[in-house]
């Protein structure tokens, strides 16, 4: 079994600045892209950056420059740098992870956290 954990997130005024964190564990053999994604009341769903496991990395247009991602393999943990936030940046971050569990090797799975809640007040 495969357990995606976030923490991190809380209240913050606009300006400010958050770190996000993101721990997999339980039965992984690899793990390729990690990466972070947001949803606020009423919208869908929205990418916000992804990191491959090589270090390449993408951004959603509204948060380059603000936000920067990282990972440490070692500890299966994917992280999220949150600068200079704004009212728009409040949501609901998932992280998610596609990875190659031992029972599995063969084939890639994408899994996801629980969500931490990230509020931007004006």
């Known amino acids: 079994q495969v357990q995606l954990v976030e923490s991190g997130g809380g209240l913050v005024q606009a300006g400010g600045s958050l770190t996000l964190s993101c721990t997999a564990s339980?039965?992984?053999?690899?793990?390729?892209?990690m990466g972070w994604y947001r949803q606020a009341p009423g919208k869908q769903r929205d990418l916000v950056a992804t990191t491959t496991s090589g270090g390449s990395t993408n951004y959603a247009d509204s948060v380059k420059g603000r936000f920067t991602i990282s990972r440490d393999n070692a500890k299966n943990t994917v992280y999220l740098q949150m600068n200079s936030l704004k009212p728009e940046d409040t949501a609901l971050y998932y992280c998610?992870?596609?990875?190659?569990?031992?029972?599995?090797?063969?084939?890639?799975?994408?899994?996801w956290g629980q969500g931490t809640q990230v509020t931007v007040s004006s």
């Open positions: 339980g039965n992984i053999f690899s793990i390729n892209a």
């Open positions: 998610n992870a596609d990875l190659n569990p031992y029972s599995d090797r063969l084939h890639q799975y994408r899994y």
